[in-house]
């Protein structure tokens, strides 16, 4: 049986982690490998795992990335160590067989519109950036998401001739403490929540 995490994992993951403006450090290709194979196991609808990662790391491909970026966005992304593009495939569907083998889950989707296809792969893809960011967390990164980018530009240069679209761009690095603001309030429980 499971058991709760100590304080200390809940603090790494949610309760003093917080989104960055500036990083320092590196990141090895070794780190964005075991991202992944954490990020992996998040349940996804159908486990059809649509999120589609380009980790930028060079400086050509954030010379291709750059003209997509927001004016408040460009400085801390082209620094960040890493740039996660978490994209979503318009085909996950064609790996059902592989992915949902226990039925043959493929035609519940692949004869769906695109806006119908295009909703479930985002937000599949969404669930999976969210486990990008805890799975970051706990490898000792620190994250900083972002959506303030032209996704047209960042198809172009990174998805152009697939069935891949960008959704979540996410810095990856280790945050520099003075880039961060104050924490923001939340809504306490009883703003967001009720038990039926």
């Known amino acids: 049986m499971s058991q709760p995490l100590p304080g200390t994992a809940l603090d790494q993951l949610f309760r003093t982690a917080r989104t960055y ?3 320092t450090g590196e990141v090895s290709d070794e780190t964005l490998r075991q991202l992944y194979e954490l990020l992996k196991f ?21 010379a ?16 960040a160590p890493v740039v996660a593009i978490v994209g979503y495939d318009m085909r996950f569907f064609d790996k059902l067989p ?32 969210a486990y ?12 900083g998401p972002m959506t303030g980018f032209d996704n047209a530009k ?5 998805f ?12 990856l690095g280790h945050g520099d403490p003075a880039s961060i603001f104050p ?12 038990i039926a």
């Open 21 to 23: 403006n500036a990083f």
């Open 64 to 79: 291709k990335l750059g003209p997509a970026l927001s004016e408040g966005n460009f400085k801390k992304t082209m620094e």
């Open 98 to 129: 592989v992915l949902f083998p226990h039925t043959d889950a493929k035609p519940w989707f692949e004869h769906r519109d695109e806006a119908n296809l295009a909703w479930v792969a985002m937000r599949s893809s969404a669930l999976q950036t």
């Open 154 to 158: 960042v198809d172009e240069a990174f």
């Open 160 to 171: 152009a001739g697939t069935p891949i679209r960008s959704n979540i761009l996410v810095n």
């Open 42 to 62: 998040g349940p996804t609808e159908a486990n059809t795992t649509p999120a589609r990662i380009v980790f930028v790391k060079s400086d050509e491909a954030k």
């Open 132 to 143: 990008l960011i805890l799975a970051a967390r706990s490898l000792g990164l620190d994250c």
């Open 183 to 194: 924490r923001s309030p939340r809504l306490g429980f009883d703003e967001a929540c009720r």
